[in-house]
């Protein structure tokens, strides 16, 4: 807003040489770089890191969808060792492949006995069914099995 009243009330020119403008332009940029750079997420075969956090996929505990206000919901992936990652559905699904190893990941935790609450199970059908799979159908293939 400073600068905007500057540049009405004497001109374009004085920018140009007014050396606090450029500092103060550069540090905005700066400024910028630093918090779009905080929503970068990485994945690899059986991991995924978002900011300073990370998890093993393929051993996830829980799988929880948290609702975080008027920002919408988080989805926070624990590990076995204790360690969470959450964040915005989105950015794990901005980028195609990065999500498929998300979510194969959390489809293999579901179906070795990760739990999946309500909210995951309706969002995510396939990884709360991939969960049913692991526990209940086995049963049902071992009951149906011992009858016949």
Not at 37 to 44: D, I, L, Q, Y
Not at 84 to 92: D, M, S
Not at 103 to 129: D, F, I, Q
Request: hydrophobic content about 45%.
């Amino acid at each position: 807003m400073l600068l905007v009243a500057g540049m009405l009330h004497s001109g374009v020119m004085w920018t140009l040489t007014f050396w606090p403008t450029w500092l103060f332009v550069g540090g905005l940029y700066a400024f910028n770089v630093y918090a779009w750079r905080s929503e970068v997420v990485t994945a690899g075969a059986d991991w995924v890191r978002f900011r300073r956090h990370w998890v093993c996929t393929y051993e996830l505990t829980s799988i929880r969808l948290v609702a975080r206000g008027a920002n919408g919901h988080d989805l926070v992936l624990e590990d076995r060792d204790g360690r969470a990652v959450g964040a915005k559905p989105y950015l794990f699904q901005a980028n195609r492949r990065l999500w498929d190893l998300v979510y194969l990941g959390m489809r293999h935790s579901a179906a070795n006995g990760a739990e999946v609450n309500r909210p995951a199970r309706g969002t995510y059908p396939e990884v709360a069914a991939a969960g049913l799979r692991g526990s209940k159908s086995r049963g049902r293939t071992q009951d149906s099995d011992s009858s016949e």
